[in-house]
């Protein structure tokens, strides 16, 4: 695409007033281009966000059908602690998570016991553990992530 300043290189032949126009509308255009730059930059940065989506709600969708099943995989009927909330924040890998919800989760899954005293507490301890270990951070307040790239389901054999 030939340049604006090749197009108008002639640009002094024109009238002052037909040059200060050519100009104007040289600079509207290259205004529009830095606008359309701006916007397909953040449309590809929410396409990548929608990708990552996608492929967390496929991850979770897969472990979900692995559980409902009635002859579940050992692996998962042992997981507990440290080893449960590992998974359970790997499956969610750009997200914060919380010693409550984790536990509740744990819970849910049959990985804490029902009875334990403080099990908000016991979640809290695995995440501490797996900070230690270089496997989480801690990103605020009560909140945690994972430093996995990619969920420990990708560790396992699941169809």
């Known amino acids: 695409m030939p340049s604006s300043h090749h197009v108008f290189a002639d640009i002094r032949a024109y009238s002052p007033e037909d040059q200060a126009s050519l100009e104007r ?5 290259r205004a529009r281009a830095e606008e359309l730059d701006s916007e397909l930059k953040r449309v590809q940065s929410e396409r990548e966000l ?4 996608l492929d967390v709600a496929e991850r979770h969708l897969q472990v979900t059908r692995t559980l409902e099943n009635d002859e579940l995989d050992p692996w998962f009927k042992e997981l507990r602690g440290t080893r449960a909330v590992d998974f359970l924040i790997s499956m969610e890998p750009h997200r914060d998570h919380t010693p409550a919800e984790l536990s509740e989760a744990m819970l849910g899954n049959g990985w804490m016991p029902a009875d334990l005293k403080a099990p908000v507490e016991n979640a809290r301890g695995a995440l501490n553990r797996l900070v230690r270990q270089g496997l ?22 699941i169809d």
Not at 25 to 29: E, F, G, P, S, V
Not at 50 to 53: E, L, T, Y
Not at 138 to 157: A, S
């Open 136 to 157: 989480a951070i801690r990103v605020g307040p009560g909140r945690y992530r994972t430093t996995r790239t990619k969920p420990l389901l990708h560790e396992m054999d």
């Open 50 to 53: 929608i990708g990552v989506a």
């Open 25 to 29: 509308h040289i600079a509207r255009l």
